[in-house]
Nanobody, 127 residues
Framework: QVQLVESGGGLVQAGGSLRLSCAAS????????MGWFRQAPGKEREFVAV???????????YYADSVKGRFTVSRDNTKDTMYLQMNNLKPEDSAVYYC?????????????????WGQGTQVTVSS
């Protein structure tokens, strides 16, 4: 079983920054696919980013076009924690952000392809 706990959400003005954290437990963390989705009220869950790490390399990260150049995924293996640094935030970034893992086999941007989800953390960007 895998547990994911997000933190770091809050209220920020447009143009500001936030860093979300996702603490993972219950499985080997060093070689895995982990990512972020978000969901705004009345909308479907939306892909934000996904990263694939390995013991042999820094891995690769894919970003949604809407966040590319503003958001950055990183991780700290010593703490089993993944981060989402969000800069130049916009009101349309307001949503509940979820950490995910347990990728199956389909398209990486599809929410249904991830088995484990955190409880989510709210990000609100005011204009």
């Amino acid at each position: 079983q895998v547990q994911l706990v997000e933190s770091g959400g809050g209220l920020v003005q447009a143009g500001g920054s936030l860093r979300l954290s996702c603490a993972a437990s219950g499985r080997t963390f060093s070689s895995s696919i982990m990512g972020w989705f978000r969901q705004a009220p009345g909308k479907e869950r939306e892909f934000v980013a996904v990263s694939r790490w390995s013991d042999e390399s820094d891995g690769i990260t894919y970003y949604a076009d809407s966040v590319k150049g503003r958001f950055t995924v990183s991780r700290d293996n010593t703490k089993d924690t993944m981060y989402l640094q969000m800069n130049n935030l916009k009101p349309e970034d307001s949503a509940v952000y979820y950490c995910v893992t347990g990728y199956r086999r389909g398209h990486y941007a599809s929410a249904s392809e991830y088995e484990y989800w955190g409880q989510g953390t709210q990000v609100t960007v005011s204009s």
